[in-house]
Nanobody, 127 residues
Framework: QFRLVESGGGLVQPGASLRLSCAIS????????IGWFRQSPGKEREGIGC?????????YADSVKGRFVISRDNAKNTVYLMQMNNLKPEDTGVYYC???????????????????WGQGTQVTVSS
């Protein structure tokens, strides 16, 4: 059974960095997309970045472009990373990774097209 598990969240001060991990298992497709979503308090879940596999093309929402970087762990092909730099209070929320079979269209961030979701990890940015 396909499974995603996020880790790496925490409480940090503005300007700090965090790295989130998304470990996937049970997926046998060669073409897919891994999306990162954020749900901030009182807001709807939004897509903030994704990576298309196998080509590795990444996409970022304007709110995180230049600060967040998505990659695949070279040592572990089943782990996806999101390096978050210069964190701001508005980055606070629960972060989810999710998988879609429509990897080439992962940046559409259509929730219904992401059929597999992790449990989420909390990121809090506060002084």
């Amino acid at each position: 059974q396909f499974r995603l598990v996020e880790s790496g969240g925490g409480l940090v001060q503005p300007g700090a960095s965090l790295r989130l991990s998304c470990a996937i298992s049970g997926f046998t497709l060669d073409h897919y997309g891994i999306g990162w979503f954020r749900q901030s308090p009182g807001k709807e879940r939004e897509g903030i970045g994704c990576i298309s596999i196998p080509d590795g093309t990444t996409h970022y929402a304007d709110s995180v472009k230049g600060r967040f970087v998505i990659s695949r762990d070279n040592a572990k092909n089943t782990v996806y990373l999101m390096q978050m730099n210069n964190l701001k209070p508005e980055d606070t929320g629960v972060y989810y990774c999710a998988a879609t079979v429509m990897g080439d269209y992962c940046s559409n961030y259509i929730l219904s097209e992401y059929h597999y979701w992790g449990q989420g990890t909390q990121v809090t940015v506060s002084s």
